[in-house]
Nanobody, 129 residues
Framework: QVQLVESGGGSVQAGGSLRLSCVVF????????MGWFRQAPGKEREGVAT????????DYADSGKGRFTISQDDAKNTVYLQMNSLKPEDTAVYYC??????????????????????WGQGTQVTVSS
């Protein structure tokens, strides 16, 4: 069973940076689609960034475009989310997610939360003004 473990959250002031990590365990091969999602209190979970691990292709939501970078380290079975120039509105619980999208035949919009079958426990990011 695939397990995802996030880490790297914390409290920072506006303008600061954090790097989140997501380690994948229990897999025979890497899920092709990985993503970072976030959920603020009282709001729906939303996509932040996704990566197709086979070729490294990435996509970003407008909320983090130009400030956030998703990347992978295959040797460490880890996906990262580098977050710079953080804003108070970035405050949320950040979740790592994965799905064997190639096997499932998924394509197109990789921000669809319903596509992802594996989720981490979440890591809190708090940005103060």
């Amino acid at each position: 069973q695939v397990q995802l473990v996030e880490s790297g959250g914390g409290s920072v002031q506006a303008g600061g940076s954090l790097r989140l990590s997501c380690v994948v365990f229990g897999h025979s091969y890497s899920p092709e689609c990985m993503g970072w999602f976030r959920q603020a209190p009282g709001k729906e979970r939303e996509g932040v960034a996704t990566i197709y691990t086979g070729d490294g292709n990435t996509d970003y939501a407008d909320s983090g475009k130009g400030r956030f970078t998703i990347s992978q380290d295959d040797a460490k079975n880890t996906v990262y989310l580098q977050m710079n120039s953080l804003k108070p509105e970035d405050t949320a619980v950040y979740y790592c997610a994965a799905v064997y999208c190639a096997r499932a035949g998924y394509s197109g919009n990789y921000f669809r939360t319903a596509w992802y079958t594996y989720w981490g426990q979440g890591t809190q990011v708090t940005v103060s003004s």
